[in-house]
T-cell receptor
């Protein structure tokens, strides 16, 4: 247990539905990252927050994806109008500003 | 994005053997990290490297930050069955904000 938690661990949804995932980082970590990982690949960066500010977004993050970290603690990642190509493991990681990242267990999304 | 190449892609070894894997980049990195991931779980940090030439150990694991800052190596000595998993390297990009991951080395240890 790294101290980073994610909820839910698994989500199965039908195409077109909206889904929301939550990440609770290690409490003293001010940076929070979201990644997507597909089978046989390493994690791909989606976005990151420093405190409550979303500072960088990947081109992978389409308009259907939105992330928030309203109080600089937990974060949510929402995917609207899910597509089958969204099926993946969604990973959250946290760190202090210039330190190493610690990952949560991930949320496995399956879009039918 | 910046590309990290890991090799080998997969390894099948006998218990007790030593393992070596590496990661190369087309860009310079300021930090190298090595992670291990098991099925259905998030990556777990093994070793972090912050300085070119640095050699760091964590139990049976040893990792090195290449002098050129474009590569890193991970060695596992006397492998055991619980070493099975996928090993990822990650490098911290120039902006200091984003980590880039390799495609992983899948390790199978045969008892």
């Amino acid at each position: 247990d790294t101290g980073v938690s994610q909820d839910p661990r698994h989500k199965i949804t039908k195409r077109g539905q909206n889904v929301t995932f939550r990440c609770d980082p290690i409490s003293e970590h001010n940076r929070l990252y979201w990644y997507r990982q597909t089978l046989g690949q390493g994690p791909e960066f989606l976005t990151y927050f420093q405190n409550e500010a979303q500072l960088e977004k990947s081109r992978l993050l389409s308009d259907r994806f939105s992330a928030e970290r309203p109080k600089g603690s937990f974060s949510t990642l929402e995917i609207q109008r899910t597509e089958q190509g969204d099926s993946a493991m969604y990973l959250c990681a946290s760190c202090r500003s210039t330190d190493t990242q610690y990952f949560g267990p991930g949320t496995r999304l399956t879009v039918l | 994005g910046q590309q990290l190449n890991q090799s080998p892609q997969s390894m099948f070894i006998q218990e007790g053997e030593d393992v070596s894997m590496n990661c190369t980049s087309s860009s310079i990195f300021n930090t190298w990290l090595w992670y291990k991931q098991e099925p259905g779980e998030g990556p777990v940090l093994l070793i972090a490297l912050y300085k070119a030439g640095e050699l760091t150990s964590n139990g049976r694991l040893t990792a090195q930050f290449g002098i050129t800052r474009k590569d890193s190596f991970l060695n596992i000595s006397a492998s055991i069955p619980s070493d099975v998993g996928i090993y990822f390297c990650a490098g911290l990009g120039n902006t200091g904000n984003q980590f880039y991951f390799g495609t992983g080395t899948s390790l199978t240890v045969i008892p």
